[in-house]
């Protein structure tokens, strides 16, 4: 099982590290194209009639990859006023492991539901891109598959701890407890 968490661990540094990088260069892209937009509407009198939509979609891609970074670095909003109450070490031993199962059964719910929707506007074209709408829905169960990987990496570096282990116990700053980083 420590070859498995190591591995897990690795492919989940990896595609955090993968999801930063597109974030930058999603948001940088992003920037451009609205301030030439605003450039070309204001100044030229030319305005792209392609450019809101396409920052739309990559709005769409940066929310779902920046929600695999924030899950990795506990940064996703929790509750904390019953994990207060939950004496000493319980919540390590029972709380935590489910916590981490009802995110894997939401997220693959979320990824089923995302591939059908996917598959059903696969045909579709964009209004102004004319790109399949399948791109900009495959944000949806792309990243819920992600989040998936880096809970079960989670799960697995918590029994099985390894070298390609993070220290960010996804759980714990979730919902916070005394001796979770304050968000």
Not at 1 to 7: G, P, V
Not at 63 to 70: F, H, N, Q, R, W
Request: include cysteine; charged fraction near 10%.
């Amino acid at each position: 099982m420590h070859f498995l968490s190591y591995w897990i661990n690795k492919a989940a540094n990896a595609q955090v590290w993968l999801c930063s990088i597109f974030l930058c260069l999603l948001g940088t892209l992003m920037s451009m194209i609205i301030l030439l937009q605003v450039v070309f509407r204001f100044v030229i009198y030319i305005p792209f009639p392609w450019s809101e939509e396409c920052a739309r979609y990559m709005m769409v891609w940066m929310a779902m990859l920046g929600s695999v970074v924030a899950l990795r670095w506990g940064r996703h909003i929790g509750v904390r006023i019953l994990v207060e109450k939950i004496p000493g070490r319980g919540y390590d031993r029972f709380i935590v492991p489910l916590v981490q199962l009802g995110m894997i059964l939401f997220l693959a719910v979320l990824t089923q539901q995302g591939i059908n929707l996917a598959t059903l506007n696969m045909h579709q074209r964009s209004p102004a891109m004319e790109i399949p709408m399948l791109i900009p829905y495959l944000a949806l169960p792309v990243g819920s598959v992600m989040m998936i990987v880096d809970i079960a990496a989670d799960m697995l570096h918590d029994r099985f701890p390894t070298s390609a282990g993070s220290n960010a116990n996804i759980a714990t700053p979730a919902l916070g407890t005394e001796d979770s980083p304050n968000p």
